[in-house]
């Protein structure tokens, strides 16, 4: 596609419920990377893939969250047993190698009450 | 990961002033330096990057200064307008690293 999708763009759910967040990244893409923008606050990094090698999940902030890239194209987030704390806008991007020059998707703000 | 430290937190400028937003690194390694911008409701979008063999690289009204002795760097916004009022983000990344370190921010409004 011609830039990087995400959905849903807004997500309201109740503390304790498990939410999955989707990520589409631009074609022919290989790396990809999850990151977390709370209120006010920077980028926080929550993991990054790589092709096919094992994802950089350094940046999680606890069992509860993780993420899995199929066919080394879309991308899911899932956050288990969601806390208020949680909620946040994450914001996917992907590139053609490295870090340089990212493309990020409009985000997903999720809401948890 | 390494900090990169951005100041001011928030900047608010008249039309037509000049907007500066600094950024200090500790890691030497760090080797590509971009800024993005980002309106609300969007993901950050790259503006500009710099490596540290030049000194400074100017796009449009957008300039970033590199102070490699000082490991600084600097984005000035020329002519500044009120679309330019957005969060602007400075990052510094390594060769060998493929997750680049974020500054916290800085949320620039240009008043008319």
């Known amino acids: 596609g011609a830039g990087v999708s995400q959905s849903p763009s807004n997500k309201v759910t109740e503390k304790g419920k498990d939410v999955e967040l989707r990520c589409d990244p631009i074609?022919?893409?290989?790396?990809l990377y999850w990151y977390r923008q709370s209120l006010g606050q920077g980028l926080e990094f929550l993991i990054y893939f790589q092709g096919n090698s094992a994802p950089d999940k350094s940046g999680l902030p606890s069992d509860r969250f993780s993420a899995e890239r199929t066919g080394g194209s879309v991308s899911t987030l899932t956050i288990q047993r969601t806390q208020q704390e949680d909620s946040a806008v994450y914001l996917c991007?992907?590139?053609?190698?490295?870090?340089?020059?990212?493309?990020f998707g409009s985000g997903t703000r999720l809401t948890v009450v | 990961q390494q900090q990169v430290k951005q100041s001011p937190q928030s900047l608010i400028v008249q039309k037509g002033g000049i907007s500066i937003i600094n950024c200090a690194y500790e890691?030497?390694?760090?080797?590509?330096f971009p800024w993005y911008q980002q309106f609300p409701g969007k993901g950050p979008a790259l503006l500009i990057a710099i490596r540290p063999d030049v000194s400074e690289k100017k796009e449009g009204r957008f300039t970033i200064s590199f102070n490699k002795s000082a490991k600084q760097f600097s984005l000035h916004i020329m002519d500044s307008q009120p679309g330019d009022s957005a969060t602007y983000f400075c990052?510094?990344?390594?060769?060998?690293?493929?997750?680049?370190?974020f500054g916290r921010g800085t949320s620039l409004i240009v008043h008319p």
């Open positions: 890691n030497t390694a760090f080797d590509y």
């Open positions: 990052a510094a990344s390594t060769g060998g690293s493929y997750i680049p370190t």
């Open positions: 074609s022919g893409h290989t790396a």
């Open positions: 991007a992907s590139s053609l190698d490295r870090a340089d020059g990212y493309t």
